[in-house]
C-alpha cells in the first residue's frame, strides 16, 4: 500500500514564498524517481519539477531559477520550495513517484504511478 500526501499549500500575495512536503508511507523516495505536478482548472497537468534516486535534477522553464525540488531521505520526505510566487503559479499541485529503480527525472505524467491527493496553492496579485 502506497500513500503520499502532500501538506504546505495555502494562499500568498505575489512575491511570497511557500514550501510544500510529501510525506510518503510504503514507498521510498531515495529509490525512485519523484516529482511534483500542477494542474490549473481547464489546464492539462503540467510537470514541474522532478528528481532521480542520485539527486539529478528537471525543472520547467516556467519555473527555472524560483523552485527548488529537493528530498529528506532520513526523513522520506519530498519538498518543493516555491520563491517568488507568481498569480500563473495558482493551481493544485500533487506529488508523485515512479514505480521503477532506474529512470530518468522526467517531467511526463505517465512516467509516474503514484499520486497524492493534492495541495491547492493560490497565488494572489
Sequence with gaps: QVQLVESGGGSVQAGGSLRLSCAASGYLFSRHCTAWFRQAPGKEREGVAAVDRYGSTS????????FTISKDNAKNTLYLQMNSLKPEDSAMYYCSGGSTTYCRATLH???YNYWGQGTQVTVSS
Design 59 to 66: 525543472y520547467a522553464d516556467s519555473v527555472k531559477g524560483r
Design 109 to 111: 505524467t505517465y512516467d
